[in-house]
């Protein structure tokens, strides 16, 4: 396997919903494991790669790193403004944020 593709929908209007399908989807690509249990992440020969789904809302920057969002968005939607930064899941479960 090269690459594998995950995916999360939230069909929302609601920015913090929407944030939270974001966050469970880098969960979701962090904790993914071979047959043997070894996390993807840590090989370097499989591209994890993440698609948000989500309502009518405004992406400002809908690709970062391997994470893309799509949106059914319209012109009068809200703007949900987007900034990955590469943190371990010990720092997203402390509280600290890695959206912006």
Do not use: C, W
């Not at 399908?21 to 499989?46: C, S």
């Not at 993440?50 to 809908?62: A, D, K, Y």
């Not at 970062?64 to 943190?87: C, E, F, G, P």
């Amino acid at each position: 396997m090269e690459k594998l593709f995950i995916g999360e929908e939230k069909d929302t209007k609601r920015i913090s919903y929407a944030i939270t399908g974001l966050r469970e989807l880098i969960d979701y690509m962090e904790l993914v494991q071979d047959k043997n249990g070894v996390y993807l992440k840590e090989k370097n020969d499989v591209l994890v790669e993440g698609r948000l789904f989500i309502g009518e809302m405004e992406v400002q920057n809908p690709i970062q790193d391997n994470v893309k969002i799509h949106s059914m968005s319209n012109r009068m939607a809200d703007k949900l403004n987007v900034t990955l930064a590469k943190k371990t899941l010990d720092e997203v479960y402390t509280g600290k944020t890695f959206i912006t």
